[in-house]
Nanobody
Framework: QVQVVESGGGLVQPGGSLTLSCSAS????????MGWYRQAPGKERELVAT???????NYADSVKGRFTISRDNAKNTLYLQMSSLKPDDTAVYYC??????????WGRGTQVIVSS
């Protein structure tokens, strides 16, 4: 079993920055890919950004140029650097970890609120 825990959410003003972290832990597992998703009130969960074990990244059009996804393979940790935040970025942000032979694992999410 793999445990996934997000951190770093909070309240930030429009135009501000915030960095989210996601830590994956467990016994004898190999991470294939990791990603961030978000779900705003009344909306479906949507992809924000993903990164493969080799470092290939993919971003939603709405965050390109503002968000940067990165990972530390040695620490099984994922990051999301968010800048130029907008009220539309307000959502619960979830970390997704795809593990070889074990499938996808989700964290419980961390709330991001962009408001003045």
């Amino acid at each position: 079993q793999v445990q996934v825990v997000e951190s770093g959410g909070g309240l930030v003003q429009p135009g501000g920055s915030l960095t989210l972290s996601c830590s994956a832990s467990g016994t004898s597992f190999r991470i294939v890919a990791m990603g961030w998703y978000r779900q705003a009130p009344g909306k479906e969960r949507e992809l924000v950004a993903t990164i493969s074990s080799g470092g290939t990244t993919n971003y939603a059009d709405s965050v390109k140029g503002r968000f940067t996804i990165s990972r530390d393979n040695a620490k099984n940790t994922l990051y999301l650097q968010m800048s130029s935040l907008k009220p539309d970025d307000t959502a619960v942000y979830y970390c997704n970890v795809r593990v070889a032979l074990l499938g996808e694992h989700w964290g419980r999410g961390t709330q991001v609120i962009v408001s003045s």
